[in-house]
């Protein structure tokens, strides 16, 4: 079946340590999305891609990087410029043309 | 503001209710997303709709375009139904723009 795998699905990390958090498809979906939740809030953007090799900046970007090497993997590293990276991260992909799929999402706590 | 607005945010119902979620928006979109979001955090898409009304079982969404303005609803509630339902719409990077979610608990 067709769909979106992230990992892991708890992740803990030290303070000053950049952790990556995996998001692979096999949908064949060009644009891929970051988004992170925490309690009482809605989810936001941190970064997206729409192509292999391009990605952009989203609303709340800073202390996060990406890659998009390949069409199929989009990781988000949570560097340690992220002053509070505790949250519940989803990956998506999707578009105007066809409906949207998220991951199980990955729970980040640092301790 | 909120670009996407949804209320209520708590909604406890008895088995057997009809429910109603609503959201409003503030900006264009091309699309409005309902979303299901379990206690274990994986997302389900529900809908996707730019005009009318759509049905799926025991679950409707409908939306005016004009009064940038839907709503979701439930017939016949069932606790399985539990669950934050997500609001959501399209924004010009092709992202989704979120409310912040209802939480909807159903009593046996």
Same mark, same amino acid.
Not at chain 1, 32 to 56: A, C, E, H, K, T
Not at chain 1, 81 to 100: D, E, I, S, V
Not at chain 2, 29 to 49: C, D, K, R, T, Y
């Given at each position: 079946?067709?769909?979106?795998?992230?990992?892991?699905?708890?992740?803990?990390?030290?303070?000053?340590?950049?952790?990556?958090?995996?998001?692979?498809? =096999?949908? =064949?979906?060009?644009?891929?999305?970051?988004?992170?939740?925490?309690?009482?809030?809605?989810?936001?953007?941190?970064?997206?891609?729409?192509?292999? =090799?391009?990605?952009?900046?989203?609303?709340?970007?800073?202390?996060?990087?990406?890659?998009?090497?390949?069409?199929?993997?989009?990781?988000?590293?949570?560097?340690?410029?992220?002053?509070?990276?505790?949250?519940?991260?989803?990956?998506?992909?999707?578009?105007?043309?066809?409906?949207?799929?998220?991951?199980?999402?990955?729970?980040?706590?640092?301790? | 503001?909120?670009?996407?607005? &949804?209320?209520?945010?708590?909604?406890? @119902?008895?088995?057997?209710? !009809?429910?109603?979620?609503?959201?409003? $928006?503030?900006?264009?979109?091309?699309?409005?997303?309902?979303?299901?979001?379990?206690?274990?955090?994986?997302?389900?898409?529900? !809908?996707?709709?730019? #005009?009318?009304?759509? *049905?799926?079982?025991?679950?409707? @969404?409908?939306?005016?375009? &004009?009064?940038?303005?839907?709503?979701?609803?439930?017939? @016949? #509630?069932?606790?399985?139904? #539990? @669950?934050? $339902?997500?609001?959501?719409?399209?924004?010009?990077?092709?992202?989704?723009? !979120?409310?912040?979610?209802? *939480?909807?608990?159903?009593?046996?």
């Amino acid at each position: 079946d067709g769909g979106i795998t992230q990992s892991p699905k708890y992740l803990f990390r030290k303070e000053g340590q950049n952790v990556t958090l995996s998001c692979e498809q =096999n949908l =064949n979906h060009d644009a891929m999305y970051w988004y992170r939740q925490d309690p009482g809030q809605g989810l936001r953007l941190i970064y997206y891609s729409q192509i292999v =090799n391009d990605f952009q900046k989203g609303d709340i970007a800073e202390g996060y990087s990406v890659s998009r090497e390949k069409k199929e993997s989009f990781p988000l590293t949570v560097t340690s410029a992220q002053k509070n990276p505790t949250a519940f991260y989803l990956c998506a992909t999707g578009g105007h043309n066809y409906g949207y799929t998220f991951g199980s999402g990955t729970r980040l706590t640092v301790v | 503001k909120n670009e996407v607005e &949804q209320s209520p945010q708590n909604l406890t @119902a008895q088995e057997g209710e !009809f429910i109603t979620i609503n959201c409003s $928006y503030s900006v264009g979109i091309s699309a409005l997303h309902w979303l299901q979001q379990h206690p274990g955090g994986g997302i389900v898409s529900l !809908f996707m709709l730019s #005009s009318g009304k759509k *049905k799926h079982g025991r679950l409707i @969404a409908t939306i005016n375009i &004009q009064e940038k303005h839907s709503s979701l609803h439930i017939t @016949a #509630s069932h606790p399985r139904d #539990s @669950a934050v $339902y997500i609001c959501a719409v399209r924004g010009s990077q092709g992202n989704l723009i !979120f409310g912040k979610g209802t *939480k909807l608990s159903v009593k046996p």
